[in-house]
């Protein structure tokens, strides 16, 4: 803590001229070109991410249209001098013609009446009066209302500047009466090199560290897209080190946030089926001090943009994200399947919103992501298991209907059946139907203690937790207990040697004398440990398994018989 106070870098360094707005340009020659050709629209909407430099351009146009000697630039635009009056005036922010309003805080119809009175004042010291009206969506639709009519006939020689991060919000009355800009987000490339040249200028100055290349490129990405961000965090940085060079280190751990390439990592393992790496990446953040819930709110955000890019490859435009790494994301997620981003989303997310209610938050993440990691079988299975649920019910619904087999519906329209379902008394069921129809078990919802075997496999090894999610048991028979699994992945996994002896040792706590662990998976027998991200194959795969078996259960291919129909879908 040995910097001095110095001015906020932010302030230092925004842009005086429309040269220096980075990232921008095609706005900047938009608004040169018509200042040099006298096309000024008395209204603009600058809209875009934050600290993208809405209001550094919305001052720079105040400015050029104020500046009594403008310079030409190398493209024969107009460009702000930096010399007269009025500019060195405006840079001081001491000039009387530039007002500026937030709209957050002020967004009453009463803030506008009193800007509406003003508005019809000459301008006192420039050519131009202009109003910059910051979040403008912040105001409330009786504000917009009383706006509009000031915005339809401004008086002349007043300008107005519309600055928001959200246009959506902005009614569309508004956004007709203005001439619209979109603000990019910042190439991370661009950034960068812009803090590169602050912090030799700096330097040079005196009383500031230099900064390694790549802590420089991690500020850069910490900023997504917007140099504010980018030098505030520099600004906090500089000073919250007394070394001479500020490392990556130090910046990841004041920012506390997950980098591109940490999260890029961790889903590739995810994406890769490659539990250990995941494991492995998920202990090495916690160990450098990182929260379940940072790592689960920055993952969800990631899995979100590979969504996104997955389903639009223009959907960077709501992103905003660099295009290099909208680029990679979309390569990320080429192999991939929607269902199973989406899926990918709604997981991580539900782990995040039970973390925040739980004690166990790291255990939960884990076995959150684990079984993410397991691939598109799991969301197969999940599938499964719901539509067997939904089978049984209307089984059962069938079995306590009292109705001759007259009314045995001719389509395999199941539910007008269910329905009208009522409880009737066995000596009326349906002659059709066996004695002896049951729920199926497929679920391993056998028995309490195997819940608890699955627990103290749990305390051992997250992820056999997770492999055997959806794991069938039998009772242990002279000494052996035999595991049922659906996908012959988690199988070959569990049946690691280290795997092995978590689940012999769990099991010797529960059922005591166990002598060995069997695993099987039903008709697998020659079937190979899946390629990765082969997905569609696989599914198939569980599907076709799936219907087989189901087939083969007596209550069910009476079910099918019943309704003349055959089992057309297993997911959904
Ligand atoms: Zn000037």
Redesign the pocket.
Same mark, same amino acid.
């Given at each position: 803590m040995t910097a001095p106070a110095r001015q906020n870098l932010y302030r230092k360094y925004r842009p005086q001229r429309f040269a220096e707005l980075s990232g921008q340009e095609h706005i900047s020659r938009t608004i040169q070109s018509a200042v040099s050709s006298d096309r000024i629209s008395h209204a603009y909407m600058f809209s875009g991410p934050r600290g993208t430099g809405k209001t550094s351009a919305a001052r720079l146009l105040a400015?050029i249209l #104020?500046?009594? #000697?403008?310079e030409i630039d190398s493209r024969g635009l107009p460009d !702000? /001098?930096?010399? /007269?009056s #009025? !500019?060195?005036r405006i840079e001081e922010m001491n000039f009387m013609d530039i007002i500026e309003i937030d709209a957050a805080s002020n967004n009453s119809v009463e803030d506008i009446r009193q800007m509406r009175d003003k508005v019809k004042y000459r301008p006192v010291e420039g050519k131009y009066k202009i109003y910059i009206i910051d979040e403008v969506h912040m105001l409330s639709g009786s504000a917009f209302n009383a706006f509009l009519k000031t915005l339809e006939e401004p008086p002349p020689n007043v300008l107005f500047v519309l600055a928001t991060t959200d246009p959506q919000k902005v009614p569309a009355t508004i956004i007709s009466r203005c001439q619209c800009f979109d603000f990019h987000s910042v190439s991370r490339r661009t950034i960068q090199a812009r803090l590169e040249e602050i912090v030799k200028l700096e330097s040079a100055e005196g009383q500031f560290p230099d900064f390694a290349a790549e802590a420089l490129a991690m500020i850069a990405e910490c900023a997504q897209g917007g140099f504010r961000d980018a030098l505030s965090l520099l600004d906090q940085i500089a000073s919250s080190s007394a070394e001479p060079v500020i490392s990556l280190d130090h910046v990841l751990n004041m920012t506390r946030r997950l980098s591109y390439s940490t999260l890029k990592e961790i889903s590739t393992a995810i994406f890769a089926h490659d539990l250990a790496n995941l494991v492995r990446n998920l202990n090495d953040l916690y160990f450098r001090g990182y929260e379940p819930l940072t790592i689960g709110r920055d993952m969800l955000e990631y899995m979100r943009r590979c969504m996104l890019l997955k389903i639009d490859a223009e959907a960077n435009q709501i992103l905003y994200l660099p295009s290099e790494q909208a680029d990679e994301i979309k390569a990320q997620v080429t192999p991939l399947t929607t269902r199973f981003l989406i899926g990918s989303v709604t997981r991580v997310e539900r782990a995040l919103m039970n973390i925040r209610n739980s004690f166990q938050a790291r255990i939960l993440l884990e076995s959150e992501l684990i079984r993410l990691a397991m691939g598109e079988e799991i969301f197969a299975t999940e599938a499964l298991e719901k539509r067997v649920e939904q089978l049984e019910q209307k089984l059962l619904a069938v079995k306590r209907l009292g109705s001759a087999p007259a009314a045995r519906p001719s389509t395999r329209a199941v539910s007008p059946v269910a329905r009208s379902a009522s409880p009737v008394s066995a000596s009326t069921r349906p002659a059709y139907l066996p004695e002896n129809v049951v729920p199926m078990t497929v679920v391993s919802k056998v028995g309490d203690r195997f819940t608890d075997f699955v627990n103290a496999v749990g305390t051992r090894s997250n992820i056999c937790r997770a492999l055997l999610v959806s794991a069938k048991f039998n009772q242990p028979e002279k000494g052996i207990l035999t595991i049922q699994l659906e996908q012959s992945f988690a199988a070959s996994k569990l049946k690691e040697e280290k795997n092995i002896a978590f689940l012999l040792e769990a099991a010797r706590e529960i059922f005591g004398q166990v002598n060995s662990v069997q695993i099987n998976v039903p008709g697998a027998t020659t079937e190979v440990v899946p390629q990765k991200n082969n997905h569609q194959e696989q599914i198939a795969k569980i599907d076709e398994q799936a219907r087989q078996k189901l087939l083969q259960k007596a209550s069910i291919a009476d079910a099918v018989e019943v309704f003349g129909g055959e089992i057309i879908d297993l997911g959904d």
């Open positions: 400015k #104020n500046c009594l #000697n403008p !702000c /001098c930096r010399i /007269c #009025n !500019c060195q």
